[in-house]
């Protein structure tokens, strides 16, 4: 398996730093509407609104802000419909990239995604046009800083675990699972009192593209554009960034 994208990482940063902002929280806000909507507002009986909250806790979203949300997602407060699509294209140096979006108005935002792409010397194709190049997988991030164990005990414990593969870097421990998995690892993780930072599926790409220079400039600003979209939830790309750009 090729290794999880830096960008993975990049994001995850820029999420810490762009959160007090509110346009993060306000992402996740409605990542818990539709996991409440779909499956109630338990999370220990609805594991999409557990990984929810854990992503919510992660930027420090305001308890009121995560408890209105579920209150809007049984239906208690403001109603919302929010549909669930992803769109697919190529950026610069021809990497690929998947969007995964939650909107109101499923037209708009189309026009806004396929503006961006063009704008940073990128297209949107059609669907399937990249998705093959990656795998659906369950991912779970453990920070390095709040983690004693070493790299051979993670790595035993998450095989213990069920999981697939653990990845690591200087900061992260990052586990590996099949997406129909991830709950139980997680599950095992947590009894064993790891501290998870999120849980969460994604797509990893099963090879990279290396990408460089003014070229890694360009791509980078197409996904930071991307992301900065109100209606984008997640940004996966196959381009292997270099570590200055992080």
Not at 119 to 143: A, P, Q, R
Request: with cysteine; glycine share 8%; proline share 2%.
């Amino acid at each position: 398996m090729a290794g999880h994208s830096k960008w993975n990482n990049i994001k995850h940063r820029k999420g810490k730093a762009d959160a007090q902002k509110g346009q993060v929280f306000a992402k996740i806000a409605k990542e818990i509407i539709v996991a409440v909507k779909h499956g109630g507002g338990d999370p220990d009986a609805n594991f999409a609104l557990r990984m929810a909250l854990d992503k919510a806790r992660s930027v420090n979203t305001p308890n009121d802000n995560i408890n209105r949300a579920i209150q809007r997602g049984l239906g208690t407060g403001d109603t919302d419909n929010y549909d669930e699509f992803s769109y697919e294209g190529f950026g610069p140096a021809g990497v690929a990239v998947m969007v995964d979006l939650l909107s109101e108005n499923r037209n708009r935002t189309a026009s806004d995604i396929r503006h961006i792409f063009s704008k940073h010397g990128g297209n949107m194709g059609e669907n399937g046009c990249v998705s093959y190049l990656f795998d659906k997988k369950g991912l779970i991030t453990i920070e390095r800083e709040n983690e004693s164990r070493s790299e051979d005990e993670m790595l035993l414990l998450a095989l213990e675990a069920g999981a697939e593969d653990l990845q690591v870097d200087e900061e992260s421990f990052e586990i590996i699972t099949a997406p129909t998995d991830l709950e139980a690892v997680r599950s095992y993780l947590d009894e064993q009192s790891v501290a998870i930072a999120s849980a969460e599926l994604t797509m990893i790409p099963q090879t990279t593209v290396a990408v460089e220079g003014e070229m890694s400039e360009k791509v980078l600003k197409l996904l930071d554009a991307l992301e900065d979209h109100d209606d984008v939830q997640n940004v996966y790309t196959n381009a292997d960034l270099p570590d200055e750009e992080e």
